[in-house]
T-cell receptor
């Protein structure tokens, strides 16, 4: 079984559309994250949720809205997509204080905005 | 704010040889964790090795080892007996031990190529 899964793996869409990326972890972790990897492969945290509560929001435009229906899921909804949103988005999870603080990453979602 | 710097955008190594990837970081904290992640072309992020700042002993995982110099804020990765499968992007990352939500702060990455 995949520990952290994301759907879809590839997403191609037009500017101005609204899209969602789903993430699920089956590790029983209490914290989930969204990271963005840009075209230069730089990785940066976007959001972090602990037990369904938002704890990190790294100056991300409010067009991005994470939603955590339960501890095992953290979805990312993006409104009014822009060309600059094209990137790879990674979901990750960890148990704060556990597993020596290791984060497990999903396979990533490559978003292309045309 | 903490920062992580990888000054080598690209590195190359001959198969079976040893290569060292550099990483420096800046922090005012005394307790933190450091990681090296590998990202092959499949783009999956794979944890290679981790180091707790309070441990003086350098971490090792099979052919991978680190040189952790806390005073110098340096955390280099040594890959011994390089294999073709080691070719990937390598990221150094920092995580505070304080309550900062557990986020990882990444360096810019080093693209490692392995020549047969």
């Amino acid at each position: 079984d995949t520990a952290v899964s994301q759907t879809p793996k590839y997403l191609v869409t037009q500017m101005g559309n609204d899209k969602s990326i789903k993430c699920e972890q089956n590790l029983g972790h209490d914290t989930m994250y969204w990271y963005k990897q840009d075209s230069k492969k730089f990785l940066k945290i976007m959001f972090s949720y602990n037990n369904k509560e938002l704890i990190i929001n790294e100056t991300v435009p409010n067009r991005f809205s994470p939603k955590s229906p339960d501890k095992a899921h953290l979805n990312l909804h993006i409104n009014s997509l822009e060309l600059g949103d094209s990137a790879v988005y990674f979901c990750a999870s960890s148990q704060v204080g556990g597993s020596r603080n290791r984060q497990f990453f999903g396979p990533g979602t490559r978003l292309t905005v045309l | 704010a903490q920062t992580v710097t990888q000054s080598q955008p690209e590195m190359s190594v001959q198969e079976a040889e040893t290569v060292t990837l550099s990483c420096t970081y800046d922090t005012s904290e005394s307790d933190y964790y450091l990681f090296w992640y590998k990202q092959p072309p499949s783009r999956q992020m794979i944890l290679v090795i981790r180091q707790e700042a309070y441990k003086q002993q350098n971490a090792t995982e099979n052919r991978f080892s680190v040189n952790f110099q806390k005073a110098a804020k340096s955390f280099s990765l040594k890959i011994s007996d390089s294999q073709l499968g080691d070719a990937a992007m390598y990221f150094c990352a920092y995580r505070s031990a304080n309550n900062q939500g557990g986020k990882l702060i990444f360096g810019q990455g080093t693209e490692l190529s392995v020549k047969p």
